[in-house]
C-alpha cells in the first residue's frame, strides 16, 4: 500500500461508503484509495500557499509597503476573482476535448506559482520600479493567477468527479482545508505576536514559498492515475457560450444553485467590512490584523473537516447550515454598528464574529462544491462548474457597489444587506435536490 493509500484508509475507510464506487468504474475505483490520497496532499499544498499569500490581507499589505499606489490596490479583488471565473465558459469546450485532464489542473497551479513568486520578486526588487510601474505589474501578475486558478477550478472538479467516488469527495476538500488552515493558524499567530517581522524582505520571502507551495502541488497532482474521459460534445466560442446558457432556463436545478450561490456571496464579501468596522482599515496594518487572521484561520481549521463529511451526506443541508450561520453573524453585527456601536470597544467582538462567518464561508465553500460535482455527471460536470462560476463571476463584478453604499449610508447598512442575502438564501438552498440521496 502506498503512502497516498494509506492516508485514504486513515481519513474514510471507517466509513462503509467508503468500500462502495458508485459512480466509477472498476479501473477507476481500484486507482481510488491512491488517487484520494494525492488529491488530498495536492489541494493541501495549494491551500496553504493561499494563506502564505492571502491576496486580500498579505499581498494588499506587502504592495502597499512598496509604494503600490490606490487605485491599482482597489482592483486587486476584483480582477482576481472575475477573471478566475468569468474564463470557464470558453475553457469548459476545450477541456472537454482531452480525455486526460489533470494537465489542465498542473498548467493552472504553474501559472498560480509562478505568478506567486513574481510577487515576492517584486517586493524585493521593488527599488527598480515607481509605484505606478508597481501597480501595473502587480494587477499583470494578479490576472495571471485568476487565469491560472480557472483552470484549476474547473479541471479539479472534473477530475475529482473521475479518480474519487461520490460520497468521498467532500472529505478531500475538507481535509485538505483542516490541514492548511493549520498551517495558516500558525502563521497568522506568527505575524501577530511579531514572531515573524512584518518587514518587506520578509514578507516577500514568505510569499514567495506560497508560489513554491503551488509548483509543489502540480507535481504531486500530475502523478494521479486518470482513466481517459469521454471526448465528444466539446463545441467552441459563440455556440458553446449559447448552449450552456440554454442550461440556466433548461435545468432548473442549476438555476437553483446559482442563485443560492450568489446569495451566499454575502459570506465571502463581508469580511473586509468587518475588519473596517473595527476601526483599522488601513491596508498596511497588519500586525493590528493579526486577531482576525486567527479567527479566519481557526475557523478554517475548526470546521472545514466536519463540513466535508457533512456535504458527502447532504450538501443542501450544510448550505442551508453554512446560511443560517452567516445570516446571524452578520446581523449581529449590523445591530451592533446601527444601535450599539459603543460595543465596538470590545476588543474580541469583532474577531468573534468573524470566526462564526467564516466558518459558515467553510461551509458554503464546501458545500456548493460537493453539490455541483454530485448532481452533474462525467458528460455534464465540467459545463455545469463552468456556468455557474462564469455566472457568479458576473455576480462579482458588482460587488463593487457595497463599498460605495458603505461610503453614502454606513457600513452597518451593508451588513443588513449581507443579512437579508444570507437569509434568502436558506430559503433558496432548502429548494435544492438532496442529490447525495440520489
Same mark, same amino acid.
Given at each position: 500500500?502506498?503512502?497516498?493509500?494509506?492516508?485514504?484508509?486513515?481519513?474514510?475507510?471507517?466509513?462503509?461508503?467508503?468500500?462502495?464506487?458508485?459512480?466509477?468504474?472498476?479501473?477507476?475505483?481500484?486507482?481510488?484509495?491512491?488517487?484520494?490520497?494525492?488529491?488530498?496532499?495536492?489541494?493541501?499544498?495549494?491551500?496553504?500557499?493561499?494563506?502564505?499569500?492571502?491576496?486580500?490581507?498579505? !499581498? *494588499?499589505? =506587502? #504592495?502597499? /509597503?512598496?509604494?503600490?499606489? +490606490?487605485?491599482?490596490?482597489? @482592483?486587486? $479583488? &476584483? %480582477?482576481?476573482?472575475?477573471?478566475?471565473?468569468?474564463?470557464?465558459?470558453?475553457?469548459?469546450?476545450?477541456?472537454?476535448?482531452?480525455?486526460?485532464?489533470?494537465?489542465?489542473?498542473?498548467?493552472?497551479?504553474?501559472?498560480?506559482?509562478?505568478?506567486?513568486?513574481?510577487?515576492?520578486?517584486?517586493?524585493?526588487?521593488?527599488?527598480?520600479?515607481?509605484?505606478?510601474?508597481?501597480?501595473?505589474?502587480?494587477?499583470?501578475?494578479?490576472?495571471?493567477?485568476?487565469?491560472?486558478?480557472?483552470?484549476?477550478?474547473?479541471?479539479?472538479?472534473?477530475?475529482?468527479?473521475?479518480?474519487?467516488?461520490?460520497?468521498?469527495?467532500?472529505?478531500?476538500?475538507?481535509?485538505?482545508?483542516?490541514?492548511?488552515? !493549520? *498551517?495558516? =493558524? #500558525?502563521? /497568522?499567530?506568527?505575524?501577530? +505576536?511579531?514572531?515573524?517581522? @512584518?518587514? $518587506? &524582505? %520578509?514578507?516577500?520571502?514568505?510569499?514567495?514559498?506560497?508560489?513554491?507551495?503551488?509548483?509543489?502541488?502540480?507535481?504531486?497532482?500530475?502523478?494521479?492515475?486518470?482513466?481517459?474521459?469521454?471526448?465528444?460534445?466539446?463545441?467552441?466560442?459563440?455556440?458553446?457560450?449559447?448552449?450552456?446558457?440554454?442550461?440556466?432556463?433548461?435545468?432548473?436545478?442549476?438555476?437553483?444553485?446559482?442563485?443560492?450561490?450568489?446569495?451566499?456571496?454575502?459570506?465571502?464579501?463581508?469580511?473586509?467590512?468587518?475588519?473596517?468596522?473595527?476601526?483599522?482599515?488601513?491596508?498596511?496594518?497588519?500586525?493590528?490584523?493579526?486577531?482576525?487572521?486567527?479567527?479566519?484561520?481557526?475557523?478554517?481549521?475548526?470546521?472545514?473537516?466536519?463540513?466535508?463529511?457533512? /456535504?458527502?451526506?447532504?450538501?443542501?443541508?450544510?448550505?442551508? @447550515?453554512?446560511?443560517?450561520?452567516?445570516?446571524?453573524?452578520?446581523?449581529?453585527?449590523?445591530?451592533?454598528?446601527?444601535?450599539?456601536?459603543?460595543?465596538?470597544?470590545?476588543?474580541?467582538?469583532?474577531?468573534?464574529?468573524?470566526?462564526?462567518?467564516?466558518?459558515?464561508?467553510?461551509?458554503?465553500?464546501?458545500?456548493?462544491?460537493?453539490?455541483?460535482?454530485?448532481?452533474?455527471?462525467?458528460?455534464?460536470?465540467?459545463?455545469?462548474?463552468?456556468?455557474?462560476?462564469?455566472?457568479?463571476?458576473?455576480?462579482?463584478?458588482?460587488?463593487?457597489?457595497?463599498?460605495?453604499?458603505?461610503?453614502?449610508?454606513?457600513?452597518?447598512?451593508?451588513?443588513?444587506?449581507?443579512?437579508?442575502?444570507?437569509?434568502?438564501?436558506?430559503?433558496?438552498?432548502?429548494?435544492?435536490?438532496?442529490?447525495?440521496?440520489?
Amino acid at each position: 500500500m502506498t503512502g497516498f493509500a494509506k492516508l485514504h484508509a486513515l481519513l474514510v475507510d471507517d466509513d462503509p461508503s467508503a468500500q462502495v464506487c458508485r459512480d466509477l468504474p472498476e479501473s477507476a475505483c481500484r486507482e481510488q484509495p491512491r488517487n484520494y490520497g494525492v488529491h488530498v496532499v495536492s489541494l493541501s499544498l495549494t491551500r496553504i500557499g493561499e494563506g502564505l499569500a492571502d491576496p486580500k490581507l498579505v !499581498l *494588499a499589505w =506587502l #504592495l502597499d /509597503a512598496i509604494g503600490m499606489p +490606490t487605485w491599482a490596490l482597489g @482592483l486587486l $479583488v &476584483p %480582477v482576481r476573482e472575475s477573471l478566475a471565473m468569468l474564463p470557464q465558459l470558453a475553457i469548459a469546450a476545450r477541456i472537454r476535448r482531452l480525455p486526460i485532464r489533470k494537465t489542465v489542473y498542473v498548467s493552472g497551479c504553474v501559472v498560480q506559482g509562478a505568478a506567486i513568486i513574481g510577487f515576492g520578486l517584486l517586493g524585493w526588487w521593488e527599488q527598480m520600479f515607481t509605484g505606478t510601474a508597481i501597480g501595473a505589474v502587480a494587477i499583470a501578475l494578479i490576472a495571471a493567477f485568476a487565469l491560472g486558478r480557472s483552470l484549476c477550478s474547473i479541471s479539479f472538479k472534473d477530475v475529482l468527479g473521475k479518480t474519487v467516488a461520490k460520497g468521498q469527495r467532500g472529505s478531500v476538500s475538507g481535509t485538505a482545508g483542516t490541514i492548511a488552515a !493549520l *498551517a495558516t =493558524l #500558525l502563521l /497568522a499567530v506568527a505575524y501577530a +505576536t511579531g514572531w515573524i517581522p @512584518l518587514t $518587506v &524582505p %520578509v514578507v516577500a520571502g514568505m510569499v514567495a514559498l506560497g508560489g513554491l507551495c503551488w509548483m509543489l502541488a502540480a507535481l504531486v497532482f500530475g502523478s494521479i492515475r486518470e482513466e481517459p474521459g469521454a471526448t465528444a460534445g466539446g463545441v467552441d466560442g459563440l455556440a458553446a457560450v449559447i448552449a450552456q446558457l440554454g442550461l440556466l432556463r433548461s435545468d432548473a436545478g442549476l438555476r437553483r444553485l446559482i442563485v443560492t450561490r450568489a446569495l451566499l456571496l454575502s459570506s465571502a464579501l463581508a469580511p473586509p467590512f468587518y475588519i473596517a468596522l473595527s476601526g483599522d482599515n488601513a491596508v498596511s496594518g497588519l500586525g493590528s490584523l493579526g486577531p482576525f487572521m486567527v479567527a479566519s484561520a481557526a475557523a478554517s481549521l475548526a470546521s472545514t473537516y466536519i463540513w466535508g463529511r457533512l /456535504a458527502d451526506r447532504s450538501s443542501r443541508r450544510v448550505l442551508m @447550515l453554512a446560511a443560517m450561520l452567516a445570516a446571524l453573524a452578520n446581523a449581529i453585527a449590523a445591530i451592533v454598528a446601527l444601535a450599539m456601536p459603543h460595543l465596538l470597544d470590545a476588543a474580541s467582538l469583532l474577531p468573534a464574529l468573524l470566526f462564526a462567518l467564516m466558518v459558515a464561508h467553510q461551509g458554503v465553500r464546501l458545500g456548493r462544491s460537493v453539490h455541483v460535482v454530485d448532481m452533474a455527471d462525467s458528460d455534464n460536470r465540467a459545463t455545469y462548474t463552468a456556468l455557474s462560476n462564469s455566472v457568479i463571476g458576473l455576480v462579482l463584478l458588482a460587488g463593487g457597489i457595497f463599498g460605495i453604499i458603505a461610503q453614502w449610508l454606513g457600513i452597518g447598512v451593508v451588513l443588513a444587506i449581507f443579512t437579508v442575502m444570507a437569509t434568502l438564501a436558506i430559503w433558496a438552498a432548502a429548494g435544492l435536490d438532496d442529490v447525495q440521496a440520489t
